[in-house]
């Protein structure tokens, strides 16, 4: 078809140009100066992104499923047992992440839909009077449900129940979108890709760590040797790797985190929430139930959609890109063929989100969904114009 793809999903997002221009360069000598101060760079504008002074960043070749093995590989041991807040696809994964390398994993199971209550780590830390919970892993913003937890409630209750367990923090779909402060929140460690709010094309583990976690790692046993993040700390102190890096996406990152700044990290994230409320009100406004239930838990980077009684989101998705190669997210673990995801994050604007709304309210009822053409999109334009 004519025209671009319509990327509607919640990630990877759409790369901007003047990105993939940044990354359209010859590539460097890894061992050059020029990189080392490439790297320089680029670390230093992550801790901003961050929100961080007293962290490190580590960077790895990689994925975000890498950097949740890393993050457990680098503070915990065998053995070792930790409270995983499951409320989604992706923390359920985390969760199974840490459970592979021999870590007890107490999950604390909450309704697909709902943020990790806070209230319910206190209680549980309050019981752990041995101190055997080494750490609390948590997804800041479920990307399955469209979801965003507290994390500064989160890191309150662990405090309220004097507890020293550590707090890991998957913020894949939320970084350089929604808040995040490390510092601020007591975070330990924060992990994050490349392919959502930095905009940038998978191929990145990203993790900014606390020293109460590089002291962890001293004394953790898990096995570990591409994910050993010592190595990493040492070497990219001196602009370096201790394999060969992501040298293009290093470029592009560059280019991303000075878009970044140039815009200001407080406008990005008002931009994703007037974005994320336009969409919700057209969802509401077709007549369809959006699945996280807390208006104060809504996630401002992706909306998931419950499909109506009867109709299978999946074939909705499949029917939406073969007929205007619109791609939308699918629904994972227990929502699978009863949600459909649509992205709201990155590099997009009103007309950006305006086209994606028209193509959903237009296959949405091709497929035989009971709808009044254009109360969705009207209802965003209305919000958008107030």
């Not at 021999?102 to 041995?130: F, S």
Request: aromatic share 6%.
């Amino acid at each position: 078809m004519p025209g671009r793809p319509l990327l509607q999903i919640p990630g990877p997002t759409l790369v901007p140009e003047r990105i993939v221009r940044a990354m359209s360069q010859p590539i460097i000598d890894h061992r050059g100066p020029k990189f080392a101060a490439l790297v320089e760079e680029c670390l230093a504008g992550l801790k901003s992104v961050f929100q961080t002074e007293r962290g490190h960043i580590v960077l790895y070749p990689g994925s975000g499923t890498g950097a949740w093995e890393a993050a457990v590989v680098n503070t915990l041991s065998p053995g070792d047992r930790v409270l995983a807040c499951v409320n989604g696809h992706f923390s359920s994964g985390f969760a199974k992440t840490a459970a592979a390398y021999g870590v007890e994993c107490e999950r604390l199971e909450v309704e697909y839909g709902e943020g990790v209550p806070a209230d319910r780590i206190e209680e549980r830390l309050w019981r752990d009077e041995a101190g055997e919970i080494c750490a609390v892993l948590v997804v800041h913003n479920e990307t399955s449900t469209g979801v965003t937890s507290n994390i500064p409630a989160i890191r309150a209750a662990i405090d309220r129940a004097r507890h020293p367990a550590l707090l890991l923090v998957d913020t894949v779909s939320s970084l350089a979108s929604i808040d995040f402060r490390l510092d601020a929140w007591g975070v330990d460690v924060a992990l994050t890709g490349p392919q959502k709010g930095l905009m940038l094309p998978p191929g990145m583990a990203i993790l900014a760590i606390s020293e109460r976690a590089v002291s962890a790692s001293e004394k953790a046993k898990c096995p570990r040797s591409y994910w050993d993040w010592q190595p990493v700390l040492e070497r990219n102190r001196r602009g370096e790797f201790p394999y060969t890096p992501a040298t293009v996406l290093l470029f592009g990152l560059r280019e991303a985190i000075a878009m970044l700044h140039e815009e200001g990290l407080p406008n990005v994230f008002a931009r994703h929430g007037r974005l994320a409320e336009a969409c919700r009100r057209a969802v509401r406004a077709m007549g369809l139930e959006i699945l996280c239930r807390n208006p104060s838990e809504h996630s401002n980077t992706l909306t998931a959609v419950v499909m109506p009684p009867g109709f299978d989101s999946d074939d909705f998705i499949r029917h939406a890109n073969k007929r205007l190669d619109m791609s939308l997210g699918v629904g994972l673990g227990a929502v699978k063929g009863k949600v459909f995801r649509i992205g709201h994050l990155g590099s997009l604007n009103e007309l950006d989100l305006l086209g994606g709304l028209a193509g959903v309210e237009m296959m949405l009822r091709e497929f035989g969904v009971p709808l009044r053409l254009g109360a969705g999109l009207a209802a965003a334009e209305e919000f958008l114009l107030g």
